[in-house]
């Protein structure tokens, strides 16, 4: 069974850093991992991605403020989140697909989500 499991969402002050992690199971190593979120009363967004032979893509407004990175041996793939920012506010979800495409450019096709994790970016 293809799980994901999102955690290390809290309260941060804005400015401040957090870093979460989605723990993949069952999955094969074919697979790309992506970050997305939903603020509340908005659509899901992308937020950044990394592929199965290990390249990365950050959308614009993350781009030098946040890091993905991958544990292989622990099948795990972190959200290093710096400098937030208030509209950073959001449930941070993350989903794999087989299909890099279909993971940065069409979503809602994506194979597997977790259930996600909420940040809140507030003093």
């Known amino acids: 069974q293809l799980q994901l499991v999102e955690s290390g969402g809290g309260l941060v002050q804005p400015g401040g850093s957090l870093r979460l992690s989605c723990a993949a199971s069952?999955?094969?190593?074919?697979?790309?991992i992506g970050w997305f979120r939903q603020a509340p009363g908005k659509e899901r967004e992308g937020v950044s991605g990394?592929?199965?032979?290990?390249?990365?893509y950050y959308e614009d407004f993350v781009k030098g403020r946040f890091t993905i990175s991958r544990d292989i041996a622990k099948n795990t793939v972190y959200l290093e989140m710096d400098i937030l920012k208030p509209d950073g506010t959001a449930v941070y979800y993350c989903?794999?697909?087989?299909?890099?495409?279909?993971?940065?450019?069409?979503?809602?096709?994506?194979?597997?989500w977790g259930q996600g994790t909420l940040v809140t970016v507030s003093s």
């Open positions: 989903a794999a697909d087989r299909s890099p495409y279909t993971l940065r450019r069409t979503p809602k096709y994506v194979e597997v």
């Open positions: 069952g999955f094969t190593s074919d697979y790309n």
């Open positions: 990394i592929f199965s032979d290990g390249s990365a």
